[in-house]
């Protein structure tokens, strides 16, 4: 039959790292302390490196660790805190083996809040764990930081792609670089410019950049430029998506104008305001109109030739990207150059230009059927956390949540293998 002692520690999830010395319940906390202390070979270690040092002082006396809660009661861990004198560290607070340098909790209760941050709203989080979301923030940042120590995340990157996100308002973005074999979020970090990329590829270093076989992006010069200088052999693709967005555009400055001249008397007064609703219409994709827009747009070609000619010049560049061969999409390609560039229409005459200045990488992505949907897709998963997150102060906080979630290091529960 097991001792007391030992089943308190597996309670406490403290087995192998401290042993349990008495318990007393805390009438006025409504909580259960236990007086804990490591075990020998665990003392006077520094609190950041783990080295054994030579013993400074008693610190400010004992202290208090959050722990996971005993069926409804909170409990806590108590124990001496002396500092340690480090050589490389300087005069710190000794390591404790349940908790985390600089920490009020035990590992467990943060890799607990963790995994329920990555997997449940934040106020389900803060709820059941009796505690404020910005503590969860820090919380988060201190189990990612120890995670991605084991784990080489930039290791065997073969094809990648980079994108940026918007995660504040006020020109806040993040760089995302992610993985097209293994799907997974590789590097994150604050900024939107040619400075960030290159930490990327610093932090990826110079034998592992010059083993990458493809680099996809928006075709942005602050990430073009990082990535010809610093991985010249690999083959850069334009992302299809923002291409087809080009198109977008360029359709809505058509309708624009065409909506303008008719408001300032130039045809039919009437029209304009059915125009300016046909919006939806011109931007969706076929296969997703209702009933009402694809009435809307039938309407549209009879009533306004050089809209409804803008429009199929929108979807026949969207057709090229979804062409089964390679050979069939460069033609398919060649034919859209030669009908824009002649098409009479000022914005789609200077997209031809675009897609002619791009034309090598745009090719590429065609040839490696590669394109940005993944990291789009990452992307809206990233805007998902962002608003979970909602209340980090830290963007530190919020990268650290999303390498988590969507880089594969997200902690199993504590007690499960």
């Known amino acids: 039959m097991a001792s007391i002692t030992k089943v308190w520690r597996h309670l406490l999830g403290v087995e192998g790292r401290a042993v349990v010395e008495s318990w007393e319940f805390d009438e006025l906390a409504e909580s259960l302390v236990v007086h804990v202390r490591p075990y020998k070979r665990g003392r006077r270690r520094c609190g950041r490196c783990g080295r054994r040092c030579p013993s400074y002082d008693r610190g400010a006396g004992r202290r208090r660790w959050r722990s996971l809660d005993l069926g ?18 300087g005069v710190v607070v000794a390591e404790v083996p349940w908790a985390r340098p600089d920490s009020t909790f035990t590992r467990a209760f943060e890799e607990q809040c963790a995994w ?55 020109q806040k973005y993040l760089t995302v670089v992610v993985d097209h074999d293994s799907g997974r979020l590789v590097w994150m970090a604050p900024g939107r410019d040619k400075a960030t990329v290159e930490r990327f590829f610093d932090d990826l270093g110079a034998e592992r950049a010059a083993a990458l076989e493809l680099v996809s992006a928006d075709g942005a010069a602050w990430i073009e430029g990082p990535a010809a200088e610093r991985a010249p052999q690999a083959v850069r693709c334009m992302d299809p998506f923002h291409v087809v967005q080009w198109a977008t555009d360029a359709l809505d400055k058509v309708r624009r104008s065409v909506w303008n001249e008719l408001r300032r008397g130039g045809g039919d007064p009437g029209l304009a305001a059915p125009l300016k609703g046909a919006r939806w219409a011109l ?24 809209l409804y000619r803008a429009y199929m010049l929108k979807e026949t560049l969207r057709t090229v990207f979804h062409e089964r061969t ?92």
């Open 116 to 170: 329920l941050a990555v997997h449940t709203s934040r106020t389900a989080v803060a709820a059941l764990m009796r505690v404020a979301w910005r503590s969860v923030g820090r919380m988060i940042e201190r189990v990612a930081g120890e995670q991605r120590q084991g784990v080489d995340r930039l290791a065997d990157l073969r094809r990648i792609g980079i994108d940026e996100l918007s995660y504040r308002k006020g």
């Open 283 to 306: 931007w969706k994709n076929p296969e997703d109109l209702t009933s009402t827009q694809e009435a809307t747009l039938s309407w549209v070609q009879h009533v306004n030739k050089p």
């Open 326 to 417: 390679a050979a069939g999409a460069h033609r398919r390609l060649e034919k859209w150059l030669a009908w824009a560039c002649r098409c009479r229409l000022a914005p789609f005459v200077k997209l031809s230009k675009t897609v002619r200045a791009h034309r090598e990488r745009i090719e590429a992505a065609l040839t490696h059927r590669v394109s940005n949907a993944l990291i789009e897709g990452k992307n809206t998963q990233l805007r998902l956390l962002h608003r979970v997150a909602h209340g980090f102060h830290d963007v530190n906080a919020f990268i650290g949540l999303a390498i988590l979630k969507l880089g594969g290091l997200c902690p199993p529960l504590p007690g499960r293998s």
């Open 72 to 89: 409804t009661v909170q409990s806590f861990l108590e124990a001496e805190a002396p500092r340690v004198r480090c050589r490389a560290c």
